[in-house]
Structures are given as structure tokens and as C-alpha cells.
């Protein structure tokens, strides 16, 4: 068996892989060893993917499967009264910048849809474990080692391959990416599940993602997936998880009434539709992720805290910076020792950029609020959440950001 490009997983980022190397005539295989549909969470979409999905002409898709429409994002304070919202823009083909509905999504429905489509416009998908890649003499990626689902063993010829296993980080785990590093919330566990019976107020809130704030790292996600379900995620210091001394259910169900007044009410009568999950060690870096034939993409190189739902968009938007260097790899013009360090350099800058969102949200929450809402740094605030990352000169609000950051040390800030 043989392919220009060896694709090692099938989420989001490796069916969205495939796509935009498709669209540049090149070929790939899929290698996925689970089954979809399958559970995962980070269910939100920016405004930029959802103009992605309308390009690949797949809205009717989206309509299809009844995903909740998301218009805007709402952080509540700790008293849940006080909130703001943050709305969904986009800018296309250097368009001006305009607001845009986007997409909530069920990720077993929706990851097998974007599988299927990658699969009918020419991926060819190989059920099976991949193991490890093989390099040539001159040490550049001649093919990968697959473990069949049907247990023997058979190798795959390719030009190049891309890791899109997610939090599975299968180059590194195989120690030829880096080492995998915590990141700066990395003692933070996350209690999830999915519930019907969630209140939902008014028809503009009804898909919005709604973001319950306690305290620095302590707060709550309120996503829609369809009609009936949203998915509920309580992310907490695991030092206080572990200090309440509950069981995983437990736990859930009494943060659930304790967290956020707001989201008790919601909360009030609900029934678990999933089974409780628990992850820790949400965040982590993996600083060295490209190398002669090979590169990650999205979560098999870098993990931010979820708090802003960039997981999707970073997935795709690298998957199609990745396809770009896949391309003129290929044709022979990248021949450097490391002929994706531009890649590299890219995706650090706008996965920095997610991260310093981040933190200086954490820095002093009310502030951020008013950066975005009454100061005129609210453009650029809203050109980040659009996907306007990756800018080589900072926006005006990212090195505000940073410098709030920088005052306060990640100090607390309370939101009433």
C-alpha cells in the first residue's frame, strides 16, 4: 500500500488533513484504530470553521444534524448575575470582519461526518493501529508500520506523515518528536459529562457556549450539542478535587449546585446521558514537532486549557497550514534538516496567541471584559476569536494582554 501522505488519526484534524490535501490533488490514507462514532468533548466552533464547513459546501449537513446555532460566547461572574458576551465574527479572504453564526457540535456525530466526507472525496481509511514510521538513510520518513484490525502487521509506503492523534501524542510518545511538557494549568483536572433537562433562556442564548466563573482556575463549561443535550464540564485545581475526597459523580453533581448560582438553576433537574469522565493534566507543550517528512498537528503538539473552545479551530487551521508545507515538501522545495520549521513557527505563534487570551482572562477577568466591550482594543479581541492568530506583528490587545498578564502574575481578580 501506498500514499503520498500517511495521516495518523481520524478527528477533526486528520480528516481535515485530508481535505485540504485533497483539494491540492495530493493523496493520503487514514490511519485510525478506534471506531466512530466515538465520545469526546470540546464541542465548540469559532466563526472561522464554520466559514470553513460552509466552504467544503457542508451546512446542510450541519442543518441536518440538528447542531445548535452559536451566536456568541457568555461568561457569568461568581454571583451569576453580572456577564458579558463575546460574539462570533469571522473575517474571509480578507474581508472586513462581520459577525457570523457558528456551530455547536455532538463530536461522535461530528467527527464521523468529517471522517466520511474526507473518506468520499478520495481519502482511503485504514482501520488499524499505526505503530512506528520508517525513515530512509537519509533519515526522512519512507512509510509507517500498521498493526491491522484484524491483528497482522503491514507497512504503508509515504512520502510524509502527519500525527493528528491528539492528546495520544504519537510521535512524541515514540520519542521522535519532543518530550512532552506541562503547560501553565496543567494542575487542573476537568469533571464532564453530557445532561438533558438543562434550562436554557431565551432563543439568542439557546446554542451560545456559557462559561460559569468561581474563581482563577475554577469555572464551568454549559455547551448545547442538539435539541436535548449539553455537554457540562467542571474544571477545578486538582489540589481541591482531590481534597473533597468524592467519587468522580459525586464531585460532578455537587459542583453542579455549588459552583455558580446561575448554572445551579439551569442544572436543576437534569438527567446524565453520558457516564461521568474525569481528566487531569490538562495542558501540556511539546516544543520540538516537525521534523525530515513529519509533522503534529493540533493536539499531538500542544494543549491550552479549554476555557475559550479554540480546540476545533486550531485542529483545522493547522490541518490547512500543514497541506500548504505538505505540498511544496513534496515538490521537492522544503530539503532543509527541519523543512517545517516555518510550519512550526507558525503554529507557536497562534497557539501563544490562544494562550495569552487565556491567561490574561485568568489575569483579571473584569478587565478583559471591559478591553473587549469598552475600549478600542474590542476589534481586535473579537479578531482573535475569529482566528486572527497568526499575525507575525501583535495585535494591539495581545501585547495589552500580555502586559496584563505580566502585571499581575496570574493573580486573582474576582468577577461579582
Known sequence: MR?????????????????FLGERGIDSIII?????PRFHIGESMTGWVAEKIRGWGLESAMKENRF?????????????????DVPITARVAGTERRQVETWQVRRSVFDKMLLDVAVERGARLVHGKAIEPIFDDEG???????????????????????????????LSSLGIA??????????????????????RNGEFEEGNTLLFYREVDHWSWFIPVDDETVSIGIVTPASYYKSMKETKEDFFARECRELNPNLAERLADVELVEPVTATANFSYKIPEFTGKGWLCVGDAHRFIDPFFSFGIHLALSEAEKAAEYMASYLAGELDDADPF????????????TVQTLMDSFWANPLGWGYMLHYTDHGGDVLDMFGGRIYEEEPLRALVSMREMVARSDRGLVPVS
Not at 519512507?142 to 491528539?166: F, K, L, Y
Open 3 to 19: 500514499t503520498q501522505v500517511a495521516i495518523i488519526g481520524g478527528g477533526p484534524g486528520g480528516a481535515a488533513s485530508a481535505l
Open 32 to 36: 485510525e484504530a478506534a471506531s466512530f
Open 68 to 84: 445548535p446555532i452559536k451566536r456568541a460566547g457568555t461568561v457569568y461572574g461568581s454571583s451569576g448575575l453580572n456577564r458579558y
Open 140 to 170: 526522512a520518513v519512507s512509510g509507517v508500520t500498521v498493526q491491522m484490525a484484524s491483528g497482522h502487521t503491514t507497512t504503508i509506503e509515504a512520502g510524509a506523515i502527519i500525527d493528528a492523534s491528539g492528546r495520544k501524542t504519537w
Open 178 to 199: 519532543g518530550k512532552k511538557e506541562r503547560g501553565g494549568y496543567e494542575s487542573q483536572i476537568a469533571v464532564f459529562s453530557h445532561v438533558k433537562g438543562a434550562v
Open 341 to 352: 520549521a516555518a510550519y512550526a513557527g507558525i503554529c507557536e505563534r497562534g497557539m501563544d
